[in-house]
């Protein structure tokens, strides 16, 4: 069982900064990469990035591309995302995803936190 507590959500105005962090706990060896997500009002969950947990290989959604920034402490079992230059359409809950293979691939989710960009 793997438990994850994103923190760092919050209200920021339009071209601010913020950044989230999801902490995984219990039984995360075998990671094989953890990601954000987000789900705005009304719309479907859609991917926002992802690490490679061993690689550090890092992949982005085009529409934060450039603006957020993906990283990881593994020592720490935790993950950050850095957004810069927040839009109003970055407004969702985000959540933190961790895929793991013990004997069978596994994705565990947080249980999300809001951002929400004003203009």
């Known amino acids: 069982q793997v438990q994850l507590v994103e923190s760092g959500g919050g209200l920021v105005q339009a071209g ?5 962090s999801c902490a995984a706990s219990g039984r995360t060896f075998n990671t094989l990469d953890m990601g954000w997500y987000r789900q705005a009002a009304g719309k479907e969950r859609e991917f926002v990035a992802r690490i490679a947990w061993t690689s550090g290989s890092t992949y982005y959604s085009d529409s934060v591309k450039g603006r957020f920034t993906i990283s990881s402490d593994s020592a720490k079992n935790t993950m950050y995302l850095q957004m810069n230059n927040l839009k109003p ?12 293979n013990s004997g069978m691939i596994v994705d565990d989710w947080g249980q999300g936190t809001q951002v929400t960009v004003s203009s």
Not at 16 to 20: D, E, K, Q, T
Not at 89 to 100: L, P
């Open 16 to 20: 601010g900064s913020l950044r989230l």
């Open 89 to 100: 359409e970055d407004t969702a809950i985000y959540y933190c995803k961790r895929r793991g």
